[in-house]
């Protein structure tokens, strides 16, 4: 049975592995790009507290800038993972669709004994190899979180236990659909829409929320967040604020117009900031800080992980009970 | 000694019986013909008897074992081929081999390499090479390799020509004369079966409408012309399946019961097709089913 998974798969298992290689390659290339950047800017005496401020704001922003060079490969990272699963279980899809796992049934394995290897070593291979990504991604991104901290979207997607999370969700959505509709192609496409769609709600609305995040009104001076902390609401280049006065109710930005007006020059922006202070208006930041990368690693893997699992036993139940 | 029984076997889809209440026995050693329209649930019995799922109602067991709850008994003992066979479209014949040996603890490899090699097939062709002919052949040889007790064969020959369905049938018939087993073979084309198979079921809508010997039932069924007015007194004697009058003559399908006395009424033997025809027509109305069946027995 082993070999009979082996021989059907082998094309997609080298293709995984080839694109495990070559994205290895590539990281273990960029890093040291990235490690030269961050002393050429100066940023090691920024994090040990010798630098002074404005420097190291400015060094930040630049380290923030160059890396960002590096999204496409971020972005390649983070839905690497899903693609992988999906392409894993389209195999078994096509096998639903024709109809060959009759031949394998009437071989004198029982049905248990092939749902667990036909199944099962797709999930271990690809559980593997994303995991392989996985520790490659997190070395390489070590530079990076000392710098920006490892719980902004696109980073903290790459590491820890998400690629092989992200992997059998998408992995458990297609073999799920396959088996149910019998129909390769949309199974594929659902996989790769229902997954993305998934990793990006979670990403968006549940992710900033795992745990309270750390809040703070915010007057004036330096901000109370620090380079490394994630801030989910407000903050500097943000789209949208909320504000807050001095008894704790909330404003919103039109509220805060038609009290202290509007920032249009440096001037209008003095006497706004002064208005602000007299109004004792402030605006509400929040912001969940490094220390909890763990947490919410293991929070968002047992969120991906449940759902993947719910989809698989209804995979197993319908293979057992509904096939024919 | 009965190698399969099924007892109020159903399958259902949905609201949708594809397979209701059947009652069936199939003697050991036998190559049974099982016919009957399409959506008579041929197919359904067949994969239920294979344990391929479970049945809504009722149960199917075979050597005395239940296809799914004895499952890893039962399945060294069955052959099965469907109806345009799936095999692996990225394997080589070889592969194919392979993948038999691999899955059984009982297989014939020499057996299949020798067979496989009178029909001329390279183990080295891809599957998605071979025409439907070689396919239906490759699929048989796999399953004969595991030397199977029972042989499941979901319309074989479908999808094949005159030439490549006579191949598979002198296949087929070589090799249960030398292993001995018994074969159940559903198919909707009726010509071929005659010489092939010496036991038939005809089956619609999930109930047998005629389960017996072939030679029996050949035999045992004549077309009875003569005059209408002494319609009443035939039926007395024999089992009309089937008439059709004219102004004053009458033209019978009968199951003889007992001798023919009346001089005036003449004899004439029929046609395997034509039996399952009449008791077809009998027994269900006609629907969409039944026409690619009739157009078949009337060529």
Same mark, same amino acid.
């Given at each position: 049975?082993?070999?009979?998974?082996?021989?059907?798969?082998?094309?997609?298992?080298?293709?995984?592995?080839?694109?495990?290689?070559?994205?290895? /390659?590539?990281?273990?290339?960029?890093?040291?790009? !990235?490690?030269?950047? !961050?002393?050429?800017?100066?940023?090691?005496?920024?994090?040990?507290?010798?630098?002074?401020?404005?420097?190291?704001?400015?060094?930040? *922003?630049?380290?923030?800038?160059?890396?960002?060079?590096?999204?496409?490969?971020?972005?390649?990272?983070?839905?690497?993972?899903?693609?992988?699963?999906?392409?894993?279980?389209?195999?078994?899809?096509?096998?639903?669709?024709?109809? /060959?796992?009759?031949?394998?049934?009437?071989?004198?394995?029982?049905?248990?004994?092939?749902?667990?290897?036909?199944?099962?070593?797709?999930?271990?291979?690809?559980?593997? !190899?994303?995991?392989?990504?996985?520790?490659? /991604?997190?070395?390489?991104?070590?530079?990076?979180?000392?710098?920006?901290?490892?719980?902004?979207?696109?980073?903290?997607?790459?590491?820890?236990?998400?690629?092989?999370?992200?992997?059998?969700?998408?992995?458990?959505? /297609?073999?799920?659909?396959?088996?149910?509709?019998?129909?390769?192609?949309?199974?594929?496409?659902?996989?790769?829409? $229902?997954?993305?769609?998934?990793?990006?709600?979670?990403?968006?609305?549940?992710?900033?929320?795992?745990?309270?995040?750390?809040?703070?009104?915010?007057?004036?001076?330096? $901000?109370?967040?620090?380079?490394?902390?994630?801030?989910?609401?407000?903050?500097?280049?943000?789209?949208?604020?909320?504000?807050?006065?001095?008894?704790?109710?909330?404003?919103?930005?039109?509220?805060? *117009?038609? !009290?202290?007006?509007?920032?249009?020059?440096?001037?209008?922006?003095?006497?706004?900031?002064?208005?602000?202070? $007299?109004?004792?208006?402030?605006?509400?930041?929040?912001?969940?800080?490094?220390?909890?990368?763990?947490?919410?690693?293991?929070?968002?893997?047992?969120?991906?992980?449940?759902?993947?699992?719910?989809?698989?036993?209804?995979?197993?139940?319908?293979?057992?009970?509904?096939?024919? | &000694?009965?190698?399969?029984?099924?007892?109020?076997? @159903?399958?259902?889809?949905?609201?949708?019986?594809?397979?209701?209440?059947?009652?069936?026995?199939?003697?050991?050693?036998?190559?049974?013909?099982?016919?009957?329209?399409?959506?008579?649930?041929?197919?359904?019995?067949?994969?239920?008897?294979?344990?391929?799922?479970?049945?809504?109602?009722?149960?199917?067991?075979?050597?005395?074992?239940?296809?799914? %709850?004895?499952?890893?008994?039962?399945?060294?003992?069955?052959? +099965?081929?469907?109806?345009?066979?799936?095999?692996?479209?990225?394997?080589?014949?070889?592969?194919?081999?392979?993948?038999?040996?691999?899955?059984?603890?009982?297989?014939?490899?020499?057996?299949?390499?020798?067979?496989?090699?009178?029909?001329?097939? @390279?183990?080295?062709?891809?599957?998605?090479?071979?025409?439907?002919? &070689?396919?239906?052949?490759?699929?048989?040889?796999?399953?004969?390799?595991?030397?199977?007790?029972?042989?499941?064969?979901?319309?074989?020959?479908? =999808?094949?020509?005159?030439?490549?369905?006579?191949?598979?049938?002198?296949?087929?018939?070589?090799?249960?004369?030398?292993?001995?087993?018994?074969?159940?073979?559903?198919?909707?084309?009726?010509?071929?079966?005659?010489?092939?198979?010496?036991?038939?079921?005809?089956?619609?809508?999930?109930?047998?409408?005629? #389960?017996?010997?072939?030679?029996?039932? #050949?035999?045992?069924?004549? %077309?009875?012309? @003569?005059?209408?007015? =002494?319609?009443?007194?035939?039926?007395?004697?024999?089992?009309?399946?089937?008439?059709?009058?004219?102004?004053?003559?009458?033209?019978?399908?009968?199951?003889?019961?007992?001798?023919?006395?009346?001089?005036?009424?003449?004899?004439?033997?029929?046609?395997?097709?034509?039996?399952?025809?009449? +008791?077809?027509? %009998?027994?269900?109305?006609?629907?969409?089913?039944?026409?690619?069946?009739?157009?078949?027995?009337? =060529?």
């Amino acid at each position: 049975m082993i070999w009979l998974t082996w021989r059907q798969q082998r094309f997609e298992a080298g293709l995984a592995t080839v694109v495990l290689a070559i994205g290895v /390659t590539v990281l273990v290339m960029t890093r040291q790009a !990235i490690l030269a950047d !961050i002393y050429a800017l100066g940023i090691p005496s920024c994090l040990s507290g010798i630098a002074d401020n404005t420097t190291c704001s400015n060094a930040y *922003q630049a380290f923030k800038d160059n890396f960002s060079a590096q999204q496409t490969l971020l972005g390649a990272l983070t839905y690497l993972p899903l693609l992988i699963g999906v392409v894993l279980a389209a195999s078994i899809g096509v096998e639903m669709e024709q109809g /060959t796992y009759r031949l394998a049934w009437a071989q004198s394995v029982t049905r248990g004994h092939w749902t667990v290897i036909r199944i099962g070593l797709p999930i271990v291979f690809g559980m593997a !190899i994303t995991g392989l990504i996985a520790g490659v /991604t997190s070395w390489w991104m070590q530079p990076a979180n000392q710098v920006q901290g490892p719980l902004r979207p696109g980073s903290f997607d790459v590491q820890g236990l998400l690629p092989p999370a992200y992997m059998l969700l998408a992995f458990a959505i /297609t073999v799920a659909a396959g088996v149910l509709w019998r129909r390769t192609v949309p199974a594929v496409g659902l996989g790769i829409v $229902a997954g993305a769609g998934i990793h990006l709600a979670i990403q968006t609305w549940i992710r900033p929320n795992f745990i309270a995040p750390l809040s703070r009104l915010w007057m004036s001076g330096p $901000a109370p967040y620090g380079p490394q902390d994630w801030v989910v609401q407000g903050g500097a280049g943000a789209s949208t604020y909320v504000y807050s006065d001095g008894a704790g109710r909330q404003l919103s930005s039109e509220q805060v *117009q038609a !009290i202290c007006g509007q920032v249009v020059d440096a001037q209008s922006k003095s006497a706004w900031s002064s208005c602000m202070q $007299a109004h004792q208006i402030g605006e509400v930041v929040k912001w969940q800080p490094p220390t909890r990368f763990w947490e919410f690693q293991s929070m968002e893997a047992a969120l991906t992980l449940g759902l993947a699992l719910a989809l698989l036993c209804l995979t197993v139940w319908w293979l057992r009970r509904r096939t024919v | &000694m009965n190698v399969l029984e099924a007892r109020h076997l @159903g399958m259902r889809y949905g609201r949708k019986w594809a397979l209701e209440d059947l009652t069936l026995d199939v003697p050991g050693g036998r190559i049974v013909a099982l016919v009957g329209p399409n959506g008579a649930g041929k197919t359904t019995f067949l994969q239920l008897a294979m344990g391929f799922a479970e049945p809504s109602a009722g149960t199917v067991v075979a050597f005395g074992l239940s296809p799914r %709850r004895d499952a890893a008994a039962f399945l060294p003992r069955v052959g +099965y081929a469907a109806q345009e066979p799936a095999l692996f479209r990225r394997f080589s014949v070889g592969d194919l081999l392979k993948m038999g040996s691999r899955l059984n603890h009982h297989w014939d490899g020499t057996m299949a390499a020798s067979r496989l090699r009178r029909l001329g097939i @390279g183990f080295d062709l891809s599957v998605a090479s071979l025409s439907g002919g &070689m396919r239906a052949q490759v699929a048989l040889v796999l399953a004969l390799a595991k030397m199977p007790d029972l042989l499941l064969l979901d319309e074989p020959m479908a =999808s094949l020509d005159p030439l490549a369905r006579h191949e598979f049938m002198r296949l087929l018939m070589a090799a249960s004369a030398e292993q001995g087993l018994t074969v159940i073979l559903s198919s909707h084309i009726i010509g071929d079966l005659r010489a092939t198979c010496d036991y038939l079921v005809v089956l619609t809508r999930g109930r047998t409408q005629l #389960v017996g010997d072939m030679d029996e039932i #050949v035999g045992g069924h004549q %077309r009875l012309v @003569g005059p209408l007015d =002494s319609l009443d007194a035939i039926g007395r004697v024999q089992e009309i399946i089937q008439a059709e009058h004219s102004d004053r003559q009458a033209n019978l399908l009968v199951r003889i019961r007992g001798p023919l006395l009346d001089p005036r009424w003449e004899s004439f033997p029929v046609d395997l097709d034509q039996i399952v025809l009449a +008791y077809l027509s %009998r027994n269900a109305p006609i629907s969409d089913f039944d026409t690619d069946l009739k157009a078949e027995a009337a =060529s």
